[in-house]
């Protein structure tokens, strides 16, 4: 047999002829489960490898998809990544992944890549939401791309996004109802859209309760584990500091608490509580935290899926869609924290707590 067996081996192999063979190969509907099971005996027993580049230029389509995130060490990115990839892989794409690292030129340098490599569709991660650095590859008209997490001025493209607004103004509120009268901020940049988002609903919820903003106690310089340790250290050794704090994502939450543990005497930090957007695996064991917004990853990735793919269809960008979802306020009532209202918020009780039957 053939090192390098075709179509034509395999729809001998299996006694179907070659337009089945490609049917199958492609994920076509409608071919009978009996020859779907013989081809694909026939692929095995052959080792047949598709073909990419040939299937390239016959199609013009890559079956590659381009994901372009600030960076790969955020928890939020990877575990929606993980939903994203498994809604496409069974369409038959494949991911190719780049960090931005937090720089526009790199994020100009990787968007131009991915073009290059003729990927069929973007999803996008900006680091800012000044985009003007992107203008001159004319994205939303080249090619099929779906923003998430962030927005950005000057690129009409499709949107998913967490309502950051209301996320923020409950995991306030939550903190409120606990008694706190002063509460700090910790979070990412001015120009980052969700970043600027979030403190909007903290603005509301301290406004609203006839709270003190205290300048020195909000800082939005970054939303790295970095940025939340230093913030943290800062506010720590600043005199009569606030107990309560809302943090924007997960790692400055994680990098905050790190702070605290690492340097901080226990008397001195036991009455520290704080707020956290974005739920993650290890939120409750982080025993500050008394609150975290869940963004539903599932329902997120299934929406991302679910644009990029219409989009590859169609071949345009008219009308692009903006799927604002709702997040889930999580309380971790072994850490302290309190629900107070069942409807809004979900009780977690950490694995090692629960009673085996």
């Known amino acids: 047999m053939n090192n390098n067996p075709t179509i034509k081996d395999v729809s001998k192999y299996a006694g179907v002829s070659t337009a089945t063979v490609s049917r199958v190969i492609n994920g076509a509907l409608g071919v009978n489960p009996n020859t779907v099971q013989k081809v694909q005996k026939g692929l095995k027993d052959l080792n047949y490898q598709v073909n990419v580049t040939a299937r390239s230029l016959k199609t013009n389509t890559t079956k590659l998809i381009g994901v372009l995130a600030p960076n790969f060490s955020n928890v939020f990115y990877n575990d929606l990544f993980q939903e994203i990839e498994k809604g496409l892989s069974v369409q038959g794409f494949s991911l190719i ?13 990787k968007m131009k890549m991915l073009l290059e490599r003729n990927v069929d569709g973007i999803i996008f991660f900006s680091i800012s939401e000044d985009c003007t650095h992107l203008m001159s590859l004319n994205l939303d008209t080249v090619i099929p791309m779906v923003m998430v997490d962030r927005s950005a001025k000057g690129l ?39 970043a600027k988002l979030r403190y909007r609903g903290y603005l509301m919820a301290m406004n609203e309760s006839n709270l003190k903003i205290e300048e020195e106690f909000v800082i939005r310089e970054g939303d790295t584990l970095q940025n939340g340790y230093s913030a943290m250290e800062r506010i720590i050794n600043t005199e009569n500091h606030p107990n309560a704090f809302l943090l924007e994502n997960q ?14 005497p226990h008397e001195q930090y036991k009455n520290i509580c704080i707020a956290s957007y974005d739920f993650m695996r290890d939120s409750a064991l982080l025993t500050f935290c008394h609150y975290a917004m869940y963004q539903p990853l599932e329902e997120i990735g299934k929406e991302v899926v ?33 629900v107070t209202d069942p409807q809004l918020q979900e009780e977690v009780i950490p694995a090692y707590l629960v009673k085996k039957k």
């Open 97 to 109: 992944f780049c960090s931005s690292e937090h720089s526009k030129e790199e994020e100009y340098k």
């Open 156 to 194: 009409d493209v499709d949107l998913v996004l967490s309502d950051n607004v209301y996320g923020a103004y409950h995991l306030t509120k939550a903190l409120v109802a606990e008694g706190h009268k002063r509460i700090g901020f910790i979070g990412g940049l001015e120009h980052v859209s969700n």
């Open 251 to 264: 790692m400055t939450h994680v990098g905050a608490t790190t702070y605290l543990y690492a340097e901080v």
């Open 306 to 338: 679910k644009l990029i793919l219409k989009r590859i269809e169609l071949q345009n960008n008219d009308n692009p869609n903006t799927i604002i979802i709702k997040p889930i306020m999580k309380v971790m009532s072994a850490n302290g924290g309190i």
